[in-house]
């Protein structure tokens, strides 16, 4: 089975948990997800997340701690999810695969409809009380 590697940024801070709902040219459109992306050949997990925040939604993020990872089979393929918790140098207004971007505290969070591979990663940040 092939495997792919992906990473994805978690922004906290005191307005809540930054997420992004993926539009209608997409996979899995109008479920919420962490942004990121799949990495390229010889670029660290640091590099890609810099790189795919760039891109979509056209910022500068600091890289922080390692959180944690998440596994999914998609066709036939082995998705591991690694998840890293980042800070925006400024907060995105918009970007080119995602149609609605917010902040949620985490009474909010039980109406979003989630990404299925991100969805372990709010259980445990919600468990860890990483957010109010």
Known sequence: MKIINVVCGISINDN???LARLNTTKRNA??????GGKTHELETHQEALVREFFEELNIDIQVNEYFMKSEIIIDKKQIVLHSYFV???????SSID???????NKAELSNLKLSKADISFVDQIIKNKLIN
Do not use: A, Q, S, V
């Not at 800070?87 to 207004?93: A, L, N, S, Y």
């Open 16 to 18: 809540g948990i930054f």
């Open 30 to 35: 109008g479920l919420w997800e962490f942004p």
């Open 87 to 93: 800070d925006f140098k400024t907060e995105p207004k």
């Open 98 to 104: 995602h149609d609605l971007l917010g902040r949620f």
